[in-house]
Each structure stands twice: as C-alpha cells, then as structure tokens.
C-alpha cells in the first residue's frame, strides 16, 4: 500500500499525536497498522484527496524528501503533514515565538521586533496563529518581509481563530500554513497543546515572550526543553501577571534570559 | 372686573420662553380651566393653587375662572407657574394691585399652606426673560442664591404667599436672612496630595487635564482608579464665570444643586453607575426633557467606573457627542440640545475577576474572557481615547510613605499654564485644546519637530500604529510640549505621548 495512502488512513482513523499509534507504525510498520482499522470504518480516501485540493494543501510525508527532519525527533512525530504555501521553508533555519493571547502592548511590541530581527537575519518565524503574541509575531515577521510559518490546530480548510483568516492568507501566500490534521478537523483545546510540539520541534529555538502563569506556550517551551532545543524568554515587570510564565522559566532555568535581537541572535550562534 | 396679567418662563432645555399668564374671572357656574397645553403636573396647579389661596385667607372666586397660558401652542409643564397663577386670579379678583407686578417674571411652586417651594431651573428661566428683555425677578426664597448670580437682574424672593401679599400691599419687604449660607461640598476635601504614589496614573491625569484628552485607566480594583478620577476637577482650570453660569443652568434644570453650590467655579464631576441607563447618561424623558450625565459633566469630567460593564449601546451613545460637544434629544414634545463638552474618563479592571496582577495566580478568567471584557471598550470608543494609562496597586512604602503626593493647586498651575500656551497658538483657529487640532492641521502647522515625525513615520510603516494612531500621539505630543515648555514637540515629547497613549513602559 502506498505510504501515502496508509498515513491518511491512519491520520483519519486515530487523533493525532496519540503514543500508541506512533508507537505501534515503528514496530510494526504503516500495513499493519492500517490492517488494524476495520475496513468499515476506514475512511474514503478520494474525499480525503478532493477536500486537500479544494483547501489548496499539500500532503507531506516522512518519506518525502522535503520532509523536515527536526520533526523525527519527536517521541510522537506526525504522521503527515498538510501543508499550503512553500514546503522547503519548513527545513530552514526557524525561530519559533509564542506566548499569551492577551499581551501588553509591549509583549506585542517585543513580539513584532524579535519576528523582525530574526527575519532579517534570514531565519524563518514560527508560531501558532493564535491571536496576541503569536498574531504579533507573523505580523512582525511579515511586515520585514520575511517568511513565516503557522502551525494550526485544526484542518486547513478551517483554520483557527476565524477572525485571523486574513493574516492566514498572508502567511500561506509568503510563507507556510501547516497541520497535522486532516482537512474538516475543528480546532478543540486539546489539540493546541499536541500542536505545541510541533512549534518546539520544527524550530532550532524557542522564544516566549509574554505568558501568564497558566498558559500553553508554557507547554511549548517544555517541548522544546526535551528535544534539546534552546529555550529563551523575554522578561517583564514583576508587576505584571502577563509576564509571570516567563519569570517562572527563568526562575527555573529552563529558559535564558533574552533582552534584545542580538542577545538572543548572539545566544542561538554560541549554542550552534 | 379686569384680567389678571403676570409672566412666568418655560424651559425647553437650557432654553426658554416668556410665558403671558392671563387670568379672567368671570359670572357663570364656577369652573376652572386652564387653556395652553398645560401637562398633568401643570393641570394640577389648580389644586394646589386653590389650597394656597384659602389657606393664606383668601377667598376662592366661586365663578368661571379661566387662565390662559401664552403663547398657546407651547407645550407647557410643571408646577413652576403655580405662584403666578395665584398672583394673576388675585389680580383679576381685584384684591392685588396689578400695577407693582408690571415687568416681573414670577417663578415658584405653591405649597397647599402657601408657602413658595423651590423649581428646578431657575437660572435658565432668568437667562431667558432676560434675553426677552425682563430684567425684574420674583423667586422662591431657596432658589434666591442661584437667582443672585444674574447681577443685571433685580431678584426678589419669598418665602410664602403672605409676603408677597404684603410686599405688593403695604411695600414692605421681608428681611432676607440666612441667604448667604454657601451650599457645603466636598469639593473643597479632595486634593491630589491624598493619592499615595501613582506616579505614571498622576502623570496622565495632568496630561489629560492639560490638552483634554480623554482616559483610560486600567487596573485591579482598589489601586487607586476612582481615587484620581475624582481629584481631576481639581487640577482642571476654573470656570470662568460665562462658563460657570452656564453650568450652573444645567445642574440647576437637572435640579441637581443640592450637590453643587451654585457659586462653584470648580469644574463638575460626574460619576454615573455603570449599570446606567442610554436615557440617563444621554439625557431623555417624556414631558421635559433632562440633560443626562454627559451634559451635567459639560465643562467637567464624565468618570465611568467599571467601564467594560456598561450595557451594550451604553458607551457608544457617548461617541457622537465626544465628537460634537453637544447632545440634541428629540422626543414627541420636541426637541432639545443641551451641551456636552467633557474630559471622559473610564475605568476598568484588567480581566472580569479583577484579579489579574501582581503574579496573576488568583485569576480565574479565560483567556477569552478577558479579551472580551476589555473588547468591549475597543473600536471606534478607543479611537477617541488617548491616554490609556496601568494603574498598579500602590506599593508598601509609598503607602507608608510620610510626604505627601504634590498637591492639586501645584499640578493645576502647571495645567494652567499649558492650556494658556495652546491658547496663544490657538489665537487663530476655531479651537482650543490640543485634543481638538484636526488631523488636517496635524499634517500642515501642527506637526511636531523633524526627528518626532520621522519616528512616527517609522512606527507607521512598522505598523505599529495605525494613521489614527499617529494623530492621536502628535496631539497628545503637543499636550507634553506644552507642559515641559516645547514650542513644537520634539522627538522625546513624541516618544513619551507613543508610550502614554498604548499604555505600556
């Protein structure tokens, strides 16, 4: 059976980002798997197709050549990917900012100028899509004309918020909108923290910029504190509770301190 | 028998008409009837005009009684006639002279034991017959101090019918006393100094005293919002005394005089609840229409507390008079246009719960919560909103701390001296705060200095603000200018307004 194939089948059948799933394709291999869905249930995979087309997404798979490696680093990689716009930017070197969906005014300001700095420095930006930092962050990595990739949690068909659509058609225009599910799939709040690995593991560095003490790009920057990768975080007044996801990170020392581009630029290039 | 003749006012707003009040006694079955499109409280009169009478020893005519109210296709309401309706049918019964009451304009309500109760808008009625003319006044003894403030005016008041009654028989005049108590307000109590710390809120608010910029002030409940909002007024300049009459005109139609003295020359603060009503905030009614909250705070400060609790349509009925200076109210009974023009004030907390500072770890708002509690002050509101300020709770030593904030009168002269340099640049132009420039004069006399508007543009293009955005920052860049002494700001007094405006450091 086509690879291809057998990974829709499987994407269609199991959520995404589930352990046993992943667990049982390496041991068992995709046929396998695949043989385990009864083929009543198994999904009509010429809709699957036609709904990609009309989304105007790609289908991306480990075995493809275009595949970003960093992914396979993951415990739970993904199963495929669906991609629209430049699938080679997903193998550049890749900045990921996150944060709250309420920032400050500063949390937005420091969020557009790090998007813009790394830009400049000819790394990509990656981000989630949400609205507040994440919303700053392509914005800011846009206005500098750079590229930008948002890795949303829903299907692509329907991405997540409604009111970002425009923003989406921007990024999938000069950079890349990405997602691990199949196209009709809505956004539910479990899988913006599965999507959360994806941010950490498709970007060499991980920034948070403004996060309050409960928040998931807080997951994200574990994420990436597992695969490795380095942890930066923008801090704030000890007045602000936008701020205290941040403080606490350093606090820990999961995170490095950053205060401007060229410190956390400066920090990236010792780690390399 | 004659006819009976006095005059009165009746007010449509701020603005009124002298009323003739003809009165005509006349054989046939005893009747009364009132002719001019009295309103219910106005049908009433007759009652307590008849009660009044009898009660001070007069007899009732027990004869067709008519009263006319002039001019007739005025919708009239009210019990302010009420005292000259009496002096007319004693007049018209011949136990009055008519000669003495020549050129009065007569305003009270009767008590049924003839004493003369106070009437709201006193002051606009005397402005009005004074247009028309009219420069004799008899007033309810209550209102007497507000009466006083028109000195063109000669002002008698009374207190009860048998004083008139005496006055006009024998030309003996009461002795006035106890006129000149001033009304005690607790304007005089607040003072900048009490806010403990607060330095960037402080900040703002002179600001936004200086150049009329409205505000935002958001921060957990007890930092201090209300605190300063209600000290305001008292870095505000004075009212000068057109500007105070005019004032005291409104609240005196509100009939809200028992909370300020009509002497004040401080400028109002009006602070309604946030679960007001469109009608009392714009100003409405059925039978006479009343200036709203907006029109009481004409001159002054409208302070909304918990801004984001307001009913839907209740913030954004403030958008067209913010942008006019004036409300026009129409109803079935016409309509009416008071004025508006105020420093605006909101406030708000930083999420539903109000618990979202410090470490932020007590708040139980969603994400999405907060965002739609403060989304609903966004949109074309915040466009009119300059200065959005954080207030943070006050930290232990400035609580504690033993010397004393700078005090009002300090703030208020560096206040006044900013409004006197915008008011020489303005000597040409049809405004006079910085908060009025257009953005057409932004563009053209009014830009700030080489390096300030480059950095705007930068920020533009940068899309950090929007061409709004960048108005709104060079009139509040004026505003420092003018407070640090600039004669065009420059690229710090930019700088700072960019920060002010968006609320962060």
């Known amino acids: 059976m086509d690879p291809r194939d057998a990974r829709l089948l499987i994407s269609a059948h199991y959520e995404a980002g589930a352990p046993k799933v992943a667990h049982d394709i390496a041991t068992h291999g995709l046929a396998e798997v695949v043989a385990g869905i009864p083929s009543a249930q198994r999904a009509n995979l010429t809709e699957i197709y036609q709904s990609m087309k009309s989304c105007g997404g790609e289908l991306l798979i480990p075995e493809d050549r275009q595949w970003p490696e960093s992914l396979n680093e993951l415990a739970v990689p993904p199963l495929l990917l669906f991609v629209k716009g430049e699938i080679n930017l997903l193998s550049e070197k890749s900045l990921a900012i996150v944060g709250t969906r309420n920032p400050t005014p500063y949390g937005v300001r420091t969020a557009q100028d790090f998007a813009a700095g790394f830009v400049d420095r000819e790394w990509a930006i990656v981000s989630g899509g949400a609205y507040g930092i994440d919303t700053a962050a392509h914005r800011g990595a846009l206005i500098a004309e750079g590229a930008t990739i948002a890795v949303i949690a829903s299907g692509l068909d329907s991405a997540y918020p409604a009111g970002n659509q425009r923003l989406f058609d921007e990024i999938s225009e000069s950079g890349a909108l990405i997602s691990e599910y199949l196209p009709g799939v809505t956004a539910r709040p479990h899988r913006f923290l599965v999507r959360n690995r994806l941010i950490a593991a498709l970007s060499q560095a991980t920034l948070v910029v403004e996060a309050a003490f409960r928040s998931g790009s807080l997951r994200t920057a574990r994420d990436a504190a597992e695969l490795m990768r380095p942890v930066m975080a923008i801090p704030g007044p000890i007045t602000a509770p936008t701020s205290e996801g941040c403080h606490r990170l350093i606090g820990e020392r999961s995170a490095e301190l950053v205060s401007s581009v060229a410190d956390a630029y400066e920090l990236l290039n010792t780690l390399a | ?505």
């Open chain 2, 1 to 505: 028998m004659t006819i009976g003749r006095t005059q009165t006012v009746s007010l449509q707003g701020l603005l009124g008409s002298v009323i003739d009040i003809e009165c005509d006694i006349a054989d046939g079955i005893p009747m009364y009837s009132l002719l001019g499109l009295p309103d219910t409280s106005l049908q009433e009169s007759r009652d307590r005009v008849r009660a009044a009478l009898t009660n001070t020893g007069q007899r009732w005519p027990n004869k067709k009684v008519t009263v006319s109210l002039s001019p007739a296709w005025l919708p009239k309401s009210g019990p302010g006639f009420d005292c000259a309706i009496a002096l007319a049918l004693l007049i018209a019964d011949g136990t009055l002279p008519q000669g003495p009451l020549e050129g009065f304009v007569i305003l009270g309500e009767l008590s049924l034991d003839g004493a003369i109760r106070p009437v709201r808008g006193v002051l606009p009625s005397l402005i009005a017959a004074l247009q028309q003319g009219i420069t004799r006044a008899i007033v309810p003894r209550a209102n007497a101090q507000e009466a006083l403030l028109l000195e063109q005016m000669e002002i008698l008041s009374f207190g009860h019918l048998f004083e008139i009654y005496r006055w006009l028989l024998t030309g003996e005049f009461p002795v006035a006393d106890e006129l000149a108590i001033e009304v005690e307000t607790r304007e005089n109590d607040l003072d900048f100094s009490d806010v403990a710390g607060q330095v960037r809120s402080r900040f703002a608010a002179e600001v936004a005293a200086a150049g009329g910029h409205h505000l935002l002030l958001i921060g957990p409940p007890g930092a201090g919002k209300t605190m300063i909002a209600s000290r305001i007024p008292t870095i505000l300049p004075p009212l000068n005394e057109a500007q105070a009459l005019e004032v005291t005109a409104i609240h005196s139609i509100a009939g809200g005089l028992n909370q300020r003295s009509v002497m004040s020359r401080m400028a109002p603060i009006v602070s309604p609840h946030h679960s007001a009503s469109r009608a009392s905030i714009v100003g409405g009614g059925n039978r006479s229409i009343l200036p709203g909250a907006i029109s009481l705070a004409h001159r002054g400060v409208l302070f909304i507390d918990e801004a984001p609790e307001c009913a839907m349509g209740t913030l954004d009925a403030l958008r067209q008079p913010l942008e006019s200076g004036t409300i026009t109210i129409s109803r079935q009974v016409g309509s009416v246009t008071f004025p508006a023009e105020f420093l605006l004030v909101l406030a708000a907390n930083p999420c539903p719960c109000g618990k979202f500072t410090g470490k932020g770890l007590a708040c139980t708002c969603t994400s999405l919560q907060v965002r739609r509690y403060l989304g609903k002050l966004s949109g074309p509101l915040m466009d009119r909103i300059d200065i959005r300020v954080q207030v943070d709770p006050v930290g232990r030593v400035e609580l504690t701390a033993p010397d004393l904030g700078e005090s009002s009168v300090a703030i208020r002269e560096r206040v006044i001296a900013a409004r006197t340099r915008a008011a020489l640049r303005f000597n040409n132009y049809p405004w006079q705060l910085n908060s009025q420039i257009p953005a057409r004069a932004l563009r053209g006399d009014f830009s700030p200095e080489r390096a300030g508007s480059n950095f705007l543009h930068e920020e533009l293009d940068r899309e950090r603000i929007t061409a709004r955005g960048l108005h709104k920052v060079i009139r509040l860049s004026w505003t420092l200018a003018d407070l640090a002494e600039h004669q065009r700001p420059t690229l710090a007094d930019v700088k700072q307004a960019f920060l002010l405006r968006e609320g962060g450091e």
